[in-house]
């Protein structure tokens, strides 16, 4: 993939595999506004931004107005986790989106790449339970939900900028998780210490807690290598750069 391209997550987790792993030693983390994170791979035919600025729709907004401010976009890809709707799709996997619904609004946005069986994805206000799954998968046809994807191709489409989306599956239909919308801050951070204090009185939950970070790490990893596959296929920028 030539150009200029932006890579925009919500969360440096979901971004850490990315820009810290050992055959790309090029990424360099930059000087970055209060609330967002910018790693920057320059190379011969062009330069990779990878950006995050925190969960929703606002923040997913400030990232993309972030790597926009350092260059000229010639293509967006949103990237990071996603909870699964449909039983058959199993945390830890990487999914190309086919098509973007804003539950909002209920606009449809398809990704500049073209996927006879992709994946339908779901962009909520809100981090989905197991009840909301059942009705976002029922009301839109979608296999998977985020929080940040329609903001960014909305963005995209607005301004003529291919778009493209792949995710990763941090939690399967049925995960049983502590509602973590109340503990979201401002900023699109999750307030660690009062989430900390909320849970540890609540055994029930840790269990649940525990397979979402060994999930959410096997999915991170996972995201990575796709996002190379398609950024640099066969590793080409990388040779090119002594990385690999």
């Known amino acids: 993939m030539k150009g200029n391209i932006a890579i925009i997550a919500a969360l440096s987790g979901e971004l850490k595999p990315l820009v810290t792993d050992s055959s790309a030693k090029s990424w360099k983390k930059l ?4 609330g967002t994170e910018v790693w920057e791979y320059r ?29 000229q976009i010639d293509a967006v890809c949103s990237v990071g986790w996603v909870g699964a709707l449909e039983p058959s799709i199993p945390a830890g996997s990487v999914c190309w989106v ?25 962009t909520t206000s809100r981090v989905a339970d197991e009840n909301e799954k ?15 994807a329609a903001a960014i191709a909305r963005i995209a489409l607005g301004r ?17 998780l502590p509602d973590i919308n109340p503990f979201i ?8 210490l009062p989430f900390l204090l909320h ?16 999930n959410s790490a096997i999915a991170a990893q996972g995201l990575a290598e796709t996002i190379y596959d398609w950024i640099d296929e066969r590793a080409y920028v990388r040779r090119a750069n002594g990385d690999f």
């Open 134 to 148: 059942l009705r976002l998968a029922s009301s839109y046809g979608a296999a998977l939900v985020d929080m940040e």
């Open 160 to 176: 003529s900028i291919p778009f493209y989306c792949v995710k990763a599956v941090s939690d399967d239909a049925k995960a049983r």
């Open 31 to 34: 000087e970055s506004l209060r």
């Open 199 to 214: 849970v540890g009185v609540r055994p029930a939950t840790w269990s649940g807690l525990m397979r979402l970070g060994k």
């Open 43 to 71: 190379h011969k035919g062009g330069c990779w931004l990878a950006v995050c600025a925190g969960m929703g729709a606002g923040r997913a907004t400030e990232a993309f107005a972030e790597a926009a401010r350092r260059m």
């Open 185 to 192: 801050g401002r900023d699109g951070q999750l307030k660690m």
């Open 98 to 122: 086919s098509q973007v619904v804003d539950t909002s609004t209920g606009e449809r946005f398809r990704p500049a790449h073209w996927l006879d069986q992709g994946f339908v994805l779901a």
